[in-house]
């Protein structure tokens, strides 16, 4: 009798240790009543004028899908997960040999607190079999680039990698730390047809990052070390597709080779930013 009702408190324990929510900083998960057109004007989401195309608007760069189809942050809180698209009128600032569309969160303006303190930024990404890279570019679809924009601290990469930089498979999810240390922190192969969920543990005090991974339903699990990278700098968190030209030389955000009738696009589900100053780490919904 006594050994049962041990059994039943402990198992209420884990139960709230599972339940428990960390304290959100950012949220980036889209409500199913939104549309895209929402993201054009200024929303409490995203921004709504960067990075986009000159003359385009967020409902050109967007692509809402069903609730059902989001990854388990986002079915969860009854999300709908938002793909981003580039075409070849995704030019942005003049950079004639990049083409760019990039979600920014709405309360990140460089120097705000989601780049102070501990906080732990997930998101999550899938492949479009209709609208897919190509992989003889290297592509950047989610990273953080300082306030100064001198560096990035942190860069998920896809593709063929510029420098030879990362392993040979090009069809790889190859996660950097700060691009001028060019280290590779984790590294998966990108599969097609299931969602991609990372967590990135960033200490902005003691410079360290540690990363998290799943695939699907499956919760997180540390993949990583606590490791150190320099992530001073603050700056803003960028998700989307950033497709650099080949063949570029000097400045390669105006000089390279990009082909035309570019129609690419990168699915993404439960962006968000949770405190961890207190260790909190959500490695399930
Ligand atoms: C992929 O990119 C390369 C280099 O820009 C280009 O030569 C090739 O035609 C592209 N392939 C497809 C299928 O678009």
Request: net charge negative; hydrophobic share 45%; aromatic share 10%.
């Amino acid at each position: 009798m006594v050994v049962l009702r041990l059994s039943i408190v402990l198992s209420l324990l884990s139960w709230l240790a599972a339940a428990q929510k960390c304290k959100i900083v950012f949220d980036g998960r889209v409500s199913s009543d939104l549309v895209a057109a929402d993201f054009d004007k200024p929303n409490d989401i995203f921004d709504n004028k960067f990075v986009l195309g000159k003359g385009l608007a967020f409902s050109d760069a967007l692509r809402l899908l069903p609730a059902a189809a989001g990854g388990m942050f986002d079915v969860a809180a009854a999300a709908e997960p938002a793909e981003v698209l580039i075409t070849d009128n995704s030019i942005f600032n003049d950079q004639v040999a990049f083409r760019r569309a990039e979600l920014i969160p709405a309360s990140n303006n460089g120097a705000d607190a989601s780049t102070q303190g501990v906080k732990t930024v997930h998101f999550s990404v899938l492949k479009d079999g209709v609208r897919p890279l190509n992989l003889s570019h290297e592509y950047q679809l989610a990273f953080l680039e300082s306030q100064d924009f001198s560096t990035n601290q942190f860069v998920l990469k896809t593709g063929t990698i510029l420098g030879g930089a990362g392993g040979a498979d090009p069809d790889t999810l190859q996660l950097f730390g700060n691009v001028n240390q060019g280290q590779v922190l984790f590294s998966t192969a990108f599969q097609d047809g299931v969602f991609h969920n990372f967590a990135l543990t960033l200490d902005f005090e003691k410079l360290t990052t540690q990363v998290f991974f799943s695939r699907a339903n499956d919760a997180l699990k540390a993949v990583t070390d606590v490791l150190k990278n320099d992530i001073s700098g603050q700056g803003q968190f960028h998700f989307g597709v950033l497709k650099k030209p080949v063949g570029g030389v000097g400045d390669i955000t105006k000089n390279g080779f990009q082909e035309a009738g570019i129609n690419e696009g990168v699915i993404f589900g439960g962006i968000f930013e949770e405190d961890s100053a207190d260790g909190c780490v959500s490695l399930s919904p």
